[in-house]
């Protein structure tokens, strides 16, 4: 008994040590640097892409009761869900359509946004890569 005590001992002193080790390491890692710049370049670059992105989500959010992912289609969806008496569903789906309906007016003033960046970038002279 008294040997299974100092092997629990020597195992808790060893493991105290690997800890009390390990501690400084942490602390001895490299603050993160300001940035140099504003990262304008990189924006001009990914802009077509993003443009792209941006009016493909439009384009979803606004189609017609068959187009996955749309605005109309959760609606019918919502109908649906009450028509039939669910109510946890139709509150599932409910919180789904409010949050689609806020999305559509932020995308929308995201592509007047990415316009006038547009703009911008072509006055600068950065070059932008073309959209795949």
Do not use: Y
């Not at 940035?35 to 384009?59: I, M, N, W, Y």
């Not at 959010?61 to 959760?74: E, N, Q």
């Amino acid at each position: 008994m008294l040997s299974n005590r100092k092997a629990v001992l020597t195992g808790a002193l060893a493991l105290a040590g690997t800890l009390l080790v390990a501690v400084p390491a942490q602390a001895e890692t490299k603050p993160a640097t300001a940035p140099k710049g504003d990262g304008a370049k990189a924006v001009c670059k990914r802009l077509p892409k993003t443009e792209q992105r941006v009016d493909a989500s439009v384009t979803r959010l606004k189609g017609d009761a068959t187009v996955t992912g749309s605005v109309a289609r959760m609606e019918q969806r919502v109908a649906n869900a009450k028509a039939a008496g669910h109510t946890e569903i139709q509150t599932l789906l409910n919180g789904r359509l409010t949050f689609r309906k806020n999305l559509l007016p932020t995308l929308e003033a995201r592509q007047n946004d990415l316009k006038a960046v547009a703009t911008w970038c072509q006055a600068q002279g950065h070059t932008q890569a073309p959209a795949k």
